[in-house]
């Protein structure tokens, strides 16, 4: 009885690890991320050197560069990973440091926000509505490759989106 006690104790404590969105990565150094909007792909690089590449969801208007808030735009451009969300309504996420200076000068040139909040993030069940573009101008990926570009992608990593 008490091996089936302790067997018991193996099992659930392996079985709760083993859910955890968490992951850890001892690979090399992530010290770029590009985003490739017309191929929806993500790729991680170490110098020059792709470690990961995703299939991406965009902005529900992905052609272009964001200029105001609720255009549906991805931005494209150079930015930093500037934060994270462990309690993200979309798994994970990690932030994207726009708007800079320029996109804020451009919207409001405009008499406009140039919004804000443009993560990198997952996609929960409610979200998976069959379209390929469907965020408010943030990057999506599945919510278990978030989990490992949560724990490969560091705070103030360099990432580019182009065309």
């Not at 990690?94 to 451009?106: L, R």
Request: charged share 25%; glycine share 12%.
């Amino acid at each position: 009885m008490r091996v089936i006690s302790l067997l018991l104790i193996v099992v659930t404590f392996g079985l709760s690890a083993g859910c955890s969105k968490f992951r850890s990565y001892n690979g090399p150094e992530i010290t770029h991320v590009l985003v490739e909007k017309s191929k929806r792909r993500m790729h991680l690089l170490s110098g020059q050197k792709v470690i990961k590449t995703y299939r991406v969801g965009l902005g529900f208007a992905p052609d272009g560069h964001k200029f105001v808030e609720g255009d549906g735009r991805t931005p494209e451009g150079r930015y930093l990973i500037d934060r994270r969300n462990p309690n993200s309504e979309f798994h994970l996420s990690i932030g994207i440091s726009y708007p800079n200076p320029a996109d804020i000068a451009k919207a409001r040139s405009m008499g406009k926000s140039p919004g804000g909040d443009i993560f990198i993030h997952g996609r929960p069940k409610k979200y998976r509505n069959g379209k390929r573009d469907w965020t408010a101008g943030c990057i999506a990926v599945k919510d278990r490759e978030m989990e490992e570009v949560y724990s490969m992608v560091t705070d103030g990593t360099p990432i580019t989106l182009r065309k």
